[in-house]
């Protein structure tokens, strides 16, 4: 077998023993037919951000060929607000790179996330995963260059309270068991994502951890690798998928909503993101970021208002953007520093070997560390449209090389400080602020349409249902109105908790 797949966890690889790329309808025919798999699921997203579900029984090869070829109808119009039932009628086609074993299904079932197209064939222009593909295709055509893309995934865990080994409040960064309490479900989840085909960096507990009511609530987090900007959605919401269907069997309830209460820690969906050239992360020159990556943070800086339009997505959002809550409110970005909007997360820049510092018996490495460094985007949260918000991020990047002045932006906006102290309040007036309701970013996205819409990224349409959407809210002073009323903020949360 080739090396490089000796580890895979996606049982679908392991068996056929070729990547995903190349999967061939023949080859899931053939795993189909050499595995007793009985079942097969096509998977897509709507319009409210969750994957549905068609499910077929294979009745015989010629039926299992007809659907993987021609794929089947659905409703669009009880799939997204923008299509009218009139000529609601869609096709939902397979996409074979995307196999994997249903790990909940107790009929041996295989699934495949599917592509939407229209009557007449054509991918449907509105459909999010066909949005990020062409915000892709336009990176690409403009700067010859790839995007990618990897989300950190930031949810709680709801459970009775056993009372036994507390966690200290807001103290649960990276804590271990017994102290946290749902380690082992994490890893479950993670290994049911590995063989969904995800491509997984690392997975912890996070800062948040709470109890209201006898009931536990332990933040924790799943971060991915960086891989094309597309897959990177796909394992995103796939991972969602997995997280929330494991805790529906252990008897949890998981929300993955931007905040809980006042006071604690919000979740967010940080979106970490490099270029690469044939293969080669452009992120760094000679050891420091290079002008490609300023441009692409200069693109985000200018697009940040509207960007949370696609990231952040229900009132609860813009309880999260608040001061002192390593949770950003300026347009702004630096190194290594979690009070700016866009972070250049610790690269390893340093000269020393340190694995042989820390094992000296190892010879020196040599490792191309460049590879590793990112970019990180840290308003979303996971109310996001994954495709809609990794769509916006590439064309934000884009947007930095077709502007003259995207230099010039990005050291303006660079700081090295902590905005939200004292001394430093000078500056953090020099900055332009994040929306602070859904109201508002629905107005900075209006103002910037004319971008997304760009190269046809963003069909119209999708827009004016974004925008109607955030309108629809009526809370330009919501969080004023409740920002202390630990009440009515359990109500609101209550109302959006199982957003995304």
């Known amino acids: 077998m080739n090396r490089e797949l000796a580890l895979n966890p996606n049982k ?39 994957l549905k579900t068609l499910n077929f029984v294979i009745n015989n090869v010629a039926y299992l060929d007809a659907i993987l070829t021609c794929g089947e109808r659905v409703d669009g119009s009880s799939l997204f607000p923008f299509i009218e039932a009139g000529s609601s009628d869609l096709y939902v086609l397979p996409r074979f790179s995307t196999a994997f074993l249903d790990p909940f299904a107790e009929i041996p ?16 222009e509105s459909s999010p995963e066909n949005t990020l593909r062409k915000a892709c295709k336009a990176f690409n055509e403009v700067t010859g260059m790839q995007f990618e893309a990897m989300g950190e995934l930031e949810y709680y865990v709801i459970a009775p309270d056993d009372g036994l080994f507390p966690a200290t409040d807001q103290k649960g960064y990276h804590e271990s068991a017994p102290y946290a309490k749902f380690n082992a479900f994490r890893t479950q989840c993670m290994a049911y994502i590995a063989q969904a085909g995800g491509q997984i960096k690392y997975g912890h507990s996070e800062v948040g951890n709470f ?30 998928w997995i997280i929330r269907n494991l805790a529906y069997q252990y008897g949890y309830d998981i929300t993955f909503a931007p905040k809980i209460t006042a006071g604690k820690a919000g979740s967010g969906l940080h979106i970490h993101m490099r270029i690469t050239k044939d293969g080669v992360n452009q992120m760094l020159d000679g050891g420091v970021l290079s002008a490609t990556a300023r441009k692409a943070i200069a693109g ?64 020196p490495s040599h490792y191309d560390t460049t590879q590793k460094q990112t970019v990180e985007m840290r308003s979303p949260d996971g109310s996001a449209d994954i495709y809609q918000l ?20 990005a050291e303006k906006t660079f700081v090295n400080v902590n905005i939200h102290q004292k001394e430093n309040a000078d500056r953090l007036k020099s900055l332009d602020s994040l929306p602070d ?52 903020m359990l109500s609101l949360v209550h109302q959006y908790f199982h957003c995304g």
């Not at 079932?109 to 449907?124: E, H, I, R, V």
């Not at 229900?314 to 390593?326: A, D, G, I, K, M």
Request: with cysteine; hydrophobic share 45%; aromatic share 10%.
């Open 12 to 50: 679908v690889v392991a068996f056929l023993g070729k990547p995903n790329k190349e999967f061939t309808k023949a080859d899931i025919i053939n795993y189909i037919e050499q595995n007793g798999i009985q079942m097969v699921n096509f998977m897509y997203p709507a319009g409210d951000g969750r």
């Open 109 to 124: 079932t295989l699934s495949m996330l599917c592509t939407y197209f229209n009557k007449d064939g054509q991918m449907l």
């Open 211 to 240: 109890t209201i009511d006898g009931l536990i609530y332990e933040q924790n987090e799943i971060e991915f690798l960086p891989v094309a900007a597309t897959d990177a959605a796909d394992q995103l919401m796939i991972a969602k």
């Open 300 to 363: 985000m800086m200018t697009l940040a208002p509207s960007i949370t339009a696609f990231g952040n997505t229900n009132p609860t959002s813009y309880f999260r953007l608040v001061p002192h809550q390593e949770a950003p409110t300026n347009i702004c970005w630096g190194d290594r520093n979690r009070s700016v909007l866009v972070r250049v997360p610790l690269g390893w820049a340093a000269k020393s070997d340190m694995c042989c510092l820390a094992n000296p018996l190892e010879a």
């Open 390 to 409: 990794i769509a916006g991020l590439a064309v934000a990047c884009r947007y930095g090389f077709e502007l003259e002045n995207a230099l010039e932006i």
């Open 437 to 488: 309701s859904c109201a508002a970013s629905a107005e900075r996205l209006a103002a910037q349409r004319e971008i997304f819409e760009k190269y046809n990224v963003f069909s119209p349409a999708m827009i004016d249902g974004v925008i109607k959407r955030l309108k629809s809210y009526n809370d330009t002073t919501l969080r004023a109105d409740i920002a202390d009323d630990q009440q009515k």
